[in-house]
């Protein structure tokens, strides 16, 4: 099975940072990563899928990039609304496997 | 716009089983361009797939190795509507459970979700 390993864990940062958010496969998974966001008590949000496209009605200021083994999610400038946990999944191959999760708090 | 909605028990002693339905609407359970998938995240927060249901010239399913055992997930044509049966209940199975539609190579649209908790 394939695992994703994500990092970190969690980050601290203000309005207006730059984030990057790191998921690592196994093994080779060409493009085929999602990137979600959670906030409590709500269902993932898809943002990001086929590694760097972006979702219909997602702010340009979510990027992503990657393939083959390693991918990144990009917050290109934090507002109050992004501090969520965020989530990367491998859709490659069954069974299907998130990373870890990363929560981005306030500094 | 595709809408999903869960619906099941909340409350379930070890050793029963669980079934939810997620009830399907902007979009067809039979329809050979998505697949339907049971997710469920944990309280300490991580996600976990579970299966999914898929139609193409027949129907197909696929679950998760470490689940294989004890699920079953059906779609249900006549309700437009697919499930999902966990059998042999345990307090590890305590978790929130999610449908989801999946589309090309993503997870679409999301269920609300349902908290399912095992306990005696």
């Known amino acids: 099975d394939i695992q994703m390993t994500q990092s970190p864990s969690s980050l601290s940062a203000s309005i207006g940072d730059k984030v990057t958010i790191s998921c690592r496969a196994s093994q080779y998974i060409s493009s085929r990563v999602n990137w979600f966001q959670q906030k409590p008590g709500k269902a993932p949000k898809l943002l990001i899928y086929?590694?760097?496209n972006l979702q219909s009605d997602v702010p340009s200021r979510f990027t992503g990039s990657g393939s083959g083994t390693d991918f990144i999610l990009t917050i290109s400038s934090l507002l109050p609304e992004d501090f969520a946990t965020y989530y990367c999944?491998?859709?490659?191959?069954?069974?299907?496997?998130f990373g870890q999760g990363t929560k981005v708090d306030f500094k | 716009q595709v809408q999903l909605q869960l619906s099941g028990p909340g409350l379930l002693k070890p050793s029963q089983t669980l079934s939810l339905t997620c009830a399907i609407s902007?979009?067809?359970?039979?329809?050979?361009?998505?697949?339907w998938n049971w997710i469920r995240q944990s309280p300490l927060g991580g996600l976990e797939w579970l299966g999914r249901t898929y139609y193409t010239s027949k129907w197909n399913t696929e679950y998760a190795p470490t689940l294989k055992s004890r699920i079953t997930i059906n779609p249900d044509t006549s309700r437009n509507h697919f499930s999902l049966q966990l059998n042999s209940l345990t307090p590890e199975d305590t978790a929130v459970y999610f449908c989801?539609?999946?589309?090309?190579?993503?997870?679409?649209?999301w269920g609300q979700g349902a908290l399912v908790t095992v306990s005696s």
């Open positions: 086929d590694a760097s």
């Open positions: 989801a539609r999946g589309f090309r190579s993503s997870l679409d649209f």
């Open positions: 902007g979009d067809s359970v039979s329809s050979n361009t998505v697949a």
């Open positions: 999944l491998q859709i490659y191959d069954v069974p299907f496997a």
